[in-house]
């Protein structure tokens, strides 16, 4: 007999707050959208978060205490980051290598801030997340971009080398690579850590999807390589794509060693107090790490039937192709765009089907993203099924109009 399904319900079509999301889901989302639109935009959750998490925040509310926490994080935040480093990504961090961080992107922003001078050179994934360019732009940094087949997800590795100039500081990976879902190969992680060894390279280690890979992929850390890459390896942990908890800001990254972790905090200015997380987000993101894995693993099942069920329609849509994300909740079809601009295409579906989706355009991605347009999965099967069926519509009635 199966076991009932305790979080079954939790991902159910009953499950998603509508109203509370028009009023609560920014960044592109519910409330941003006039109210007959769906969006499958931002890679942001349509569910509340789990028991456990909303227990320790409603605790520590009647609790009544919210002091100043230490600059580099709390002890228990540090701790757990420490542990769940060395557990789940095999990666062993003392809690001093651990900076909390008001987000992934905001410990992006950092990192790039104290490692790179104005004039550096960073190579990056084309396409990946426009946060890398954004940060390494912040930093007066330019980018180099590495090819990346936005169907496969493969990395033109052979052209890795041809990238390097006197100028290049950092390599940045992203992985599982948003957007493509590429989970990164043991071979290719390799090759990456090979340039930056050979190169002096540090390295900025973006994981914050690797708790959403579907068997049989596997996550594998290129700080897991050996100590001599953990050494290059300034790598980013978030709580917003596993746990849901974006809007709590909080984030950590686990530096190569504990002189390393004071350094940035220093640069980053949380020593003053000028910057830092709220003690309340490291509270709720110790419970996520510590009593959300049930919850956790529950989430991924029901990612992992929407990723099939999607994949499965977006197969039968004109002129398109579509691979199954290896990791991460987002899509990045290969779609007919009959002669339009990437932006002109999306304004369309939005305009005409209610439908909204992130172009694949340079501002998103880079350039490797032509010719794709973006979706998220992370709500529930009636919201994305009728998404689909407005993507569908949409591609079928601009094939009919394009002749
Ligand atoms: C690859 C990648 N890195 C970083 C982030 C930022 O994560 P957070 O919202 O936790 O700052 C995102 C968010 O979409 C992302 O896709």
């Not at 900076?99 to 992006?108: E, H, I, K, R, T």
Request: hydrophobic share 45%; aromatic share 6%; with cysteine.
């Amino acid at each position: 007999m199966t076991p009932p399904d305790p979080f079954g319900e939790l991902f159910g079509d009953a499950s998603v707050p509508h109203e509370a999301l028009r009023r609560q889901a920014f960044n592109l989302r519910w409330a941003t959208q006039p109210a007959d639109v769906i969006p499958l935009t931002a890679a942001d959750p349509d569910f509340p978060v789990a028991p456990a998490v909303r227990e320790a925040i409603a605790r520590q509310a009647r609790q009544g205490l919210f002091c100043y926490g230490p600059a580099e994080g709390l002890p228990a935040f540090r701790d757990a980051c420490s542990r769940f480093s060395e557990e789940r990504r095999h990666c062993p961090a003392r809690p001093e290598q651990v900076l909390a961080v008001d987000s992934a992107a905001a410990g992006m922003r950092q990192v790039c801030a104290h490692l790179l001078r104005p004039g550096d050179e960073a190579i990056i994934f084309d396409p990946v997340d426009f946060l890398f360019q954004a940060a390494v732009e912040a930093a007066g940094g330019r980018v180099r971009r590495l090819p990346v087949d936005a169907l496969s997800g493969e990395l033109a590795l052979d052209q890795l080398e041809s990238l390097v100039t006197p100028r290049t500081r950092l390599l940045g990976i992203c992985n599982p690579l948003n957007p493509v879902g590429r989970v990164l190969r043991q071979e290719e992680l390799e090759r990456l850590a090979s340039l930056a060894l050979r190169h002096h390279l540090v390295i900025l280690n973006d994981e914050v999807w690797a708790d959403i890979v579907y068997p049989p992929h596997r996550f594998q850390s290129v700080a897991a390589l050996g100590p001599e890459l953990a050494a290059r390896c300034w790598t980013v942990h978030g709580f917003s794509k596993n746990y849901g908890l974006a809007g709590l800001r909080v984030g950590c990254v686990v530096t190569p060693d504990a002189a390393a972790c004071a350094a940035l905090a220093h640069s980053s200015l949380a020593s003053t107090t000028m910057s830092g997380v709220s003690t309340l987000s490291q509270i709720a993101a110790v419970a996520a790490l510590q009593e959300a894995d049930d919850w956790l693993a529950a989430w991924l099942q029901h990612l992992r039937r929407q990723r099939d069920l999607a994949v499965a329609e977006l197969g039968t849509m004109p002129g398109t192709r579509v691979r199954a994300p290896e990791g991460t909740y987002v899509l990045f079809p290969q779609v007919d765009h009959r002669g339009l601009e990437p932006e002109a295409l999306t304004a369309r579906l939005l305009e005409r089907q209610r439908l909204a989706v992130v172009p694949g355009s340079p501002r998103w991605f880079g350039p490797g993203a032509q010719g794709h347009l973006r979706l998220v999965f992370s709500t529930s099967e009636a919201i994305l099924r009728e998404g689909l069926s407005r993507l569908q519509r949409g591609l079928e009635e601009l094939a009919e109009d394009s002749g």
